[in-house]
C-alpha cells in the first residue's frame, strides 16, 4: 500500500457508478474517486432510462443527488470514454477502474419481418421520450393499432406512455419536443405480449396497478391467456410480488365486464410469442404463435396462430450494453467478463480493473441488485488494494494528469457544480409554466449552461 490515496475512475454516473463510489468513499481505505460520464447530466438509466411519470424515479435520484452533493466524489461529464480519452490512457493514470456503463441499447430481436422499418427498440423509444440529447428530436407517431413485445417494467413504460394521453404528462419533466410528438399520435390500441402465463410475467405491482389508473384508458385482458401449471402455483406460493402481480391480473380478468368507454385501449395478452411480422415493406400485422405451459413454466408452441392488425411493433425484451474500446467484452452476453467484479481477459484476471452493475451481471435486478454487486466488487477492490496488487503505470496521476489531457484536446468536460446549473436552469423553466421542471435535450445547450458559457437557449 502507498503513502498516496489511491486513485480510482469509475466510468459511468448512473446508479451502478454512483453507488459503487458510495461504498468505496466509505471504506477504510484513503481514496480519490473520479466519475466519468460520457453525458452532461448525471443518473444515467434513472434520467434517462425510466418513463417520466414513474412515481419513485425523485426518490430515487434524490439518494443519488445526496451522494455527489458531498463533493468527496469528483464528476467530470461530457467526457466519452474511448473517444474524449483512450481507456488505455485511464489506465495509465489511476490505480484502479471500475466500469460501470450499463446497458443502453436493446437485445437482438430476431423474428421474420423484424427489419421492417416500423419496429422499434423500446431503448430507443425511451431515449427519445426521455429526452437523450444523443437521440432523433422526432419519433414516427403514426400507427393507430401498436404491439409491444415483452411483460417486463420497460414494456409496461412503454405502452403506458403510448397510451396515456399528453395532457396527463404535462406534472412531469417530459421535453416539449416529446409533448409535441405525442400530441399528434392517432394511436387507439396498444397490444403487450408475453409468451408466458400470468405467473412468469416480470411485471411489478405498483406499476402494473397504476396501468388502471391511467385516464381514459382502458385495460382489456383474455380468459384464454389466464392458465397455470405446478411451476405456477409454486411461484404464486413462493412469492408475495408473483401473488400481488396475479391477483391485479386477475382483478382485470373479473373488470372485464364492466363497459370499456375509453378512446384508448391497452391490451394486455398472454401465452403468446411472435411469430412473424407481416407486411412487405411496412407494418401491417402481427403473427403471435399460441403457447401452453408445461408443467415447469416453460411454454411450448400448440400450433395455433393468431394474427393482430397492428402498424407498428416496439420489441421490449430486454437490454444489451455496449463494448467500451479498449475494455474486455463479451459480444454474446453483452457484459464485461468477470469474477465477482474483478475484470478477466481470456480467463485471466486483469489487475486494476473492474465492472459493477448491468454491465457486470445482464440487464436484470433492480436497485437492491445494483447495491449488492456494489459491495462485491468493492470488497474485491479493497481486498486487492491491501495486498498490493493496484498501481497505476505512471507517475502523473488521477484527475491531475487527466485534466491535461481533455484540455489539450478541447474537450469541454463538466462538473458536479455545473450540474446544479444546469438542474437549476430545467427547474426556472418548468417553474414559468408551472412545472416541477422541463428537460433540456440539446447537447450544446445543455453543455454550455452546464460551463457557465453563451447559449441560443435552444431546448431541443
Known amino acids: 500500500m502507498s503513502n498516496r490515496p489511491l486513485q480510482v475512475a469509475v466510468i459511468g454516473a448512473g446508479p451502478a457508478g454512483i453507488y459503487a463510489s458510495d461504498i468505496l468513499s466509505k471504506s477504510d481505505v484513503d481514496v480519490q474517486i473520479d466519475l466519468y460520464e460520457r453525458l452532461p447530466a448525471p443518473y444515467g438509466l434513472v434520467r434517462y432510462g425510466v418513463a417520466p411519470d414513474h412515481p419513485r424515479i425523485k426518490q430515487i435520484i434524490k439518494a443519488l443527488y445526496n451522494v455527489l452533493q458531498r463533493g468527496d466524489i469528483r464528476l467530470v461529464g461530457n467526457v466519452e470514454i474511448g473517444k474524449d480519452v483512450t481507456f488505455d490512457e485511464l489506465h495509465e493514470h489511476y490505480d484502479a477502474i471500475i466500469i460501470a456503463t450499463g446497458a443502453d441499447r436493446d437485445r437482438p430481436f430476431d423474428v421474420p419481418g423484424a427489419d421492417l422499418p416500423e419496429v422499434y427498440g423500446a431503448a430507443d423509444f425511451v431515449s427519445w421520450y426521455d429526452g437523450h440529447p444523443d437521440y432523433p428530436r422526432t419519433w414516427p407517431l403514426e400507427a393507430k393499432e401498436i404491439a409491444v413485445i415483452g411483460v417486463g417494467n420497460v414494456a409496461l413504460d412503454v405502452a403506458r406512455i403510448l397510451a396515456k394521453h399528453p395532457q396527463d404528462l404535462m406534472s412531469t419533466e417530459i421535453p416539449q419536443n416529446v409533448e409535441e410528438g405525442l400530441r399528434k399520435s392517432p394511436v387507439t390500441d396498444v397490444h403487450v405480449f408475453g409468451r408466458r402465463g400470468p405467473a412468469q410475467v416480470k411485471f411489478t405491482p405498483m406499476e402494473l396497478r397504476e396501468l388502471g389508473e391511467v385516464p381514459d384508458v382502458d385495460i382489456i385482458v383474455y380468459e384464454?391467456?389466464?392458465?397455470?401449471?405446478?411451476?405456477?402455483?409454486?411461484?404464486?406460493?413462493?412469492?408475495?410480488?408473483?401473488?400481488?402481480?396475479?391477483?391485479?391480473?386477475?382483478?382485470?380478468?373479473?373488470?372485464?365486464?364492466?363497459?370499456?368507454?375509453?378512446?384508448?385501449?391497452?391490451h394486455i395478452h398472454m401465452l403468446q410469442e411472435p411469430a412473424e411480422i407481416l407486411g412487405a415493406e411496412h407494418v401491417e400485422g402481427i403473427r403471435m404463435a399460441r403457447t401452453a405451459l408445461q408443467g415447469d413454466g416453460s411454454v411450448a408452441r400448440t400450433g395455433e396462430f393468431?394474427?393482430?392488425?397492428?402498424?407498428?411493433?416496439?420489441?421490449?425484451?430486454?437490454?444489451?450494453?455496449?463494448?467500451?474500446?479498449g475494455a474486455p467484452f463479451d459480444d454474446v452476453r453483452g457484459v464485461v467478463p468477470n469474477v465477482g467484479g474483478r475484470v478477466v481477459n481470456d480467463g485471466v484476471v486483469v489487475n486494476g480493473m473492474y465492472a459493477t452493475g448491468w454491465i457486470k451481471r445482464g440487464p436484470v435486478g433492480l436497485i437492491g441488485s445494483t447495491k449488492s454487486d456494489a459491495q462485491e466488487t468493492i470488497g474485491n477492490l479493497v481486498e486487492d488494494y491491501k495486498a498490493g496488487l493496484l498501481h497505476a503505470t505512471t507517475e502523473e496521476l488521477g484527475w491531475e494528469a487527466t485534466q491535461q489531457v481533455l484540455e489539450s484536446r478541447g474537450v469541454r468536460y463538466t462538473t458536479w457544480q455545473g450540474w446544479e446549473l444546469l438542474e437549476a436552469y430545467e427547474k426556472s423553466l418548468g417553474e414559468a409554466v408551472g412545472r416541477e421542471r422541463i428537460k433540456v435535450v440539446e447537447r450544446e445547450t445543455m453543455t454550455a449552461i452546464s460551463r457557465g458559457e453563451p447559449h441560443d437557449g435552444k431546448l431541443y
Do not use: C, H, W
Open 306 to 325: 393468431i394474427d393482430y392488425p397492428v402498424q407498428a411493433v416496439y420489441r421490449a425484451v430486454g437490454y444489451f450494453s455496449s463494448p467500451i474500446p
Open 224 to 266: 384464454d391467456d389466464y392458465d397455470y401449471d405446478e411451476a405456477s402455483e409454486a411461484a404464486v406460493a413462493d412469492s408475495k410480488m408473483t401473488r400481488q402481480v396475479v391477483n391485479i391480473l386477475t382483478d382485470y380478468l373479473f373488470e372485464q365486464e364492466e363497459e370499456k368507454t375509453a378512446s384508448r385501449r391497452i
